[in-house]
Structure formats: C-alpha cells, structure tokens
C-alpha cells in the first residue's frame, strides 16, 4: 500500500481585492463539515486569462478546487468523505462551474510507534512528523483523508484516487509518495490466519485422518499430511503458501490446537527437516 500527500501544480485563483470570505471560511477547511454555512464564494484567476486551465488546483494549503469535469469522474470515490462546495467564477470568459473540496474524512491513522516524529517538550504534542508510517488496516478502503496532525493543511490519498485521476486524464495535481508499506523499514509483517470450515478435532484424532491418506489437516498457519510413511509439515508464509519440511516427531504445540480435515496438497519432493 502506497499513501500520498495531494497537491496541486499550480495555485492559479484567488479571492477578490476585499473579500470577506477569506477571513470567514480561511481556517474552516479543518477536516470539520460546514456544507450549512457555506454560501457560494468569489473566486477569480490570479492571471486572466491563466497561463494554462486545470481540472484541479487549489487556492491555499489542503483547500482544493475541481471543476465538474473532476467531480463527475471522481464522485463515486468522494462520496461521504469530502464536501463538495460551490464557487462563484468572477472573471471568467466564460461560466465555469467550480468547487471547492472540503476533505471531512478525518482519520487518525499515524502509526506512533513506527512513525518519526518531533514533539513539542513543552506541550507534549506532536509538532513535526520526519517519516511517516500508517496503519495500514485502517485505510484499506479509503481514497482521501485527512490527519489530526495535519487537519488545516495536508490532504492524503491512496493508490485507488491516484488510479482514477490518471485512468480519468485529470489535469492539475501532483502526488507526493509518503509511505510504502512494502518499503518501510518498520513494517510488522502478520502471516494472514486461512477460515478452514466443518468441524475440529484433537491432534489425535487427526492422525486417524491421516493415516487414511485421503486428506491432510489443518491449524492456523499449518498443515501435516502424510507422504508415503513420513509426516511432512508445511508452514503458511506471508504470501499465503505453504512451505513444506519432514518432521520425525510431533511438535508439543500440535497436542494443543484443534485441527481441521482438508484437502491434500500436490509436494513435488521433500527437503529433511534436521
């Protein structure tokens, strides 16, 4: 799993000489809903015309604007994390519909055990984060976040909002690679526990089952079957297969577990387990 930090290439509106609405809506885009106070705000280009048009860009820190053009490919993936906040273009040639994003997915998803961070001595709050590391069960299903760290700045995304920019040919965002999982060296791999069905038994009563040698047995990361007058044991890795060895002897913890009857599995040769 790969996360980003989303920004965007180049800043090319702002609000109008004199505008309230800076000061009224500046420090809302904090990760909070505020779709009921929200009126229809004044935007206009910082050059007219802009050197170059996006379907995406941005007028401050984590406040993000998309035309329709992006909220009509990307609303299936911004459903009930973003707000989607109308604009007003002022100097346009013609009339565009724009919005603002306003990202209300908050997750608090910095793993802190494995993350390098500064804290503030004083305040014992977290005032810099050097390397990130998430958790990575926590955004398996998300496409756009915000964190507690970063509420009124920073806007995450995943490879799945990464996939359905490019696939979609928007224009005007930028993706920072902050953390992969496959790559961090801090990583705590787990060894996935496979869902066996039917019923158990003791360890006993699976070497009934196998000495008929019709099926092997099964126990969290391992199973045993019988090949010829040998018991081999195979052992579930990260992946999900199973790495196979002879055993000459029953391992006290098998005595413990309950076991499950399962289908055999095709062993090309055995290494010997010394």
């Not at 195979?234 to 913890?253: K, L, Q």
Request: some cysteine; hydrophobic content about 35%.
């Amino acid at each position: 799993m790969k996360i980003y930090q989303m920004t965007d290439k180049d800043c090319i509106y702002t609000y109008p000489d004199g505008s309230e609405d800076y000061d009224k809506y500046r420090h809302k885009f904090n990760g909070k809903p505020m779709e009921d106070i929200w009126s229809p705000v004044e935007v206009e280009y910082i050059h007219n015309p802009p050197k170059k048009e996006y379907d995406c860009t941005a007028f401050g820190n984590g406040k993000f604007i998309f035309n329709d053009k992006a909220i009509h490919a990307l609303n299936h993936i911004l459903q009930g994390k973003v707000e989607i906040l109308p604009l007003v273009h002022i100097n346009a040639a013609a009339p565009k519909s724009i919005f603002a994003i306003n990202v209300i997915r908050m997750l608090d998803c910095l793993d802190y055990d494995r993350a390098k961070v500064k804290i503030d001595p004083e305040y014992k709050i977290i005032t810099e984060i050097k390397r990130y590391a998430f958790k990575e069960e926590m955004l398996r299903d998300e496409t756009i976040f915000k964190m507690p760290q970063h509420r009124g700045t920073r806007v995450f995304v995943t490879e799945k909002f990464v996939r359905a920019v490019e696939e979609n040919h928007l224009t005007g965002l930028e993706f920072d690679e902050v953390w992969d999982s496959e790559e961090d060296p801090t990583a705590v791999y787990t060894i996935p526990i496979p869902q066996f069905t039917g019923e158990t038994c003791s360890f006993s009563e699976a070497l009934k089952i196998l000495r008929e040698g019709k099926y092997a047995v099964a126990s969290k990361h391992f199973k045993v079957q019988l090949e010829g007058n040998e018991m081999v044991v195979g052992m579930m890795d990260i992946s999900g297969e199973y790495h196979w060895a002879t055993s000459y002897g029953i391992p006290p913890a098998f005595l413990d577990m309950m076991w499950y009857k399962v289908e055999r599995d095709h062993i090309k040769k055995m290494p010997v387990d010394e």
